[in-house]
């Protein structure tokens, strides 16, 4: 069965640097969205993406972070400078239609 | 503003005894609702998912929930519980007017917890 895949499983890095996290959604999905989970807190959604522009955002997609689909296949977030309050989990999904299919996720630590 | 609620922290039930994990949910329009569950280090799994019709939807690995429109309820169901099934259950919801696609709104999640 198809599954969007996540890489890194986990990263580490220090406040100020840029990470990009990376995912490959369902080969067959037109629509792909970024959500992440702070601990303990609710999964939030960043933004979502279709025919290669952001289609929607939230007040957390600021100017630091950036999507970019960079081939057939890949999905990419970027943080430009991140912050210790990035920390999180973060879900990249993938859709036909109704339903979102959720990767692993990529746990950010930021030290 | 779009809404869901698990008013539940933890639900505990007897392996074979049936299960309810209830969710409310506030959207100004259609609801389109959906349960995903979540297995410790692993992603979000879709279960099942209300767009229209049936008030009962019938979903992965033996899961039901009923869409109760006066209630603004969509509670998860199982007729008989499994130690397998202990896991954290996420009801998500979105405003159906726009569309097929659109952001979910998550509420905070019940763990489930089976016991033999």
């Known amino acids: 069965e198809p599954e969007v895949t996540q890489t890194p499983s986990h990263q580490v890095t220090q406040m100020g640097q840029e990470v990009i996290l990376r995912c490959v959604p369902i080969?067959?999905?037109?629509?792909f969205y970024w959500y992440r989970q702070i601990l303990g807190q609710k999964v939030e959604f960043l933004v979502s993406?279709?025919?290669?522009?952001?289609?929607?955002k939230s007040e957390i997609f600021d100017d630091q972070f950036s999507v970019e689909r960079p081939d057939g296949s890949n999905f990419t977030l970027k943080i430009r400078s991140t912050k210790l309050e990035d920390s999180a989990m973060y879900f990249c999904?993938?859709?036909?239609?109704?339903?979102?299919?959720f990767g692993p996720g990529t746990r950010l630590t930021v030290t | 503003a779009q809404s869901v609620a698990q008013p539940e922290d933890q639900v505990n039930v007897a392996e074979g005894n049936p299960l309810t994990v209830k969710c409310t949910y506030s959207v100004s329009g259609n609801p389109y609702l959906f349960w995903y569950v979540q297995y410790p280090n692993r992603g979000l799994q879709f279960l099942l998912k209300y767009i229209t019709g049936d008030n009962l939807v019938k979903g992965s690995y033996g899961f039901e929930a009923e869409f109760n429109k006066s209630q603004t309820s969509f509670h998860l169901k199982k007729p008989s519980a499994l130690v397998s099934d202990s896991a954290l259950y996420f009801c998500a919801v979105r405003d159906g007017n726009g569309g097929s696609q659109g952001n979910l709104i998550f509420g905070k999640g019940t763990k489930l917890s089976v016991k033999p």
């Open positions: 080969s067959n999905h037109l629509y």
């Open positions: 999904a993938s859709s036909a239609f109704y339903e979102q299919y």
């Open positions: 993406f279709y025919n290669n522009e952001i289609s929607e």
